[in-house]
Nanobody, 118 residues
Framework: QVQLVESGGGLVQPGGSLRLSCAAS????????MAWYRQGPGKERELVAT???????NYADSVKGRFTISRDNAKNTVYLQMNGLKPDDTAVYYC????????????WGQGTQVTVSS
């Protein structure tokens, strides 16, 4: 079992920055890949960024150059630094542990709201 708790969302003006955090607890030794997803109003949930324990990362085209995913393995925490925020980034952001070796199912956090508005 893995538990994920996100924090760091809020209201920010266009061009501003936020840093999201996701603290993992439970059966942590198996976790290699972690990810951030988001779901905007009236939109489907979409993948934002992924990271593995060794550090390789991937990003959605819409956030490349603006968002940075990172992790602190000692703290069992993954971060999403979001710069240059746009109104289109408004969404509920979810932390995710996808199925992988040693973890047969996907785990999700409860989500944290990010609103970009002037």
């Amino acid at each position: 079992q893995v538990q994920l708790v996100e924090s760091g969302g809020g209201l920010v003006q266009p061009g501003g920055s936020l840093r999201l955090s996701c603290a993992a607890s439970g059966s942590l030794f198996s976790i290699n890949a972690m990810a951030w997803y988001r779901q905007g109003p009236g939109k489907e949930r979409e993948l934002v960024a992924t990271i593995t324990r060794g550090g390789p990362t991937n990003y959605a085209d819409s956030v490349k150059g603006r968002f940075t995913i990172s992790r602190d393995n000692a703290k069992n925490t993954v971060y999403l630094q979001m710069n240059g925020l746009k109104p289109d980034d408004t969404a509920v952001y979810y932390c995710n542990v996808p199925p992988q070796v040693g973890i047969p199912r996907s785990y999700w956090g409860q989500g944290t709201q990010v609103t970009v508005s002037s």
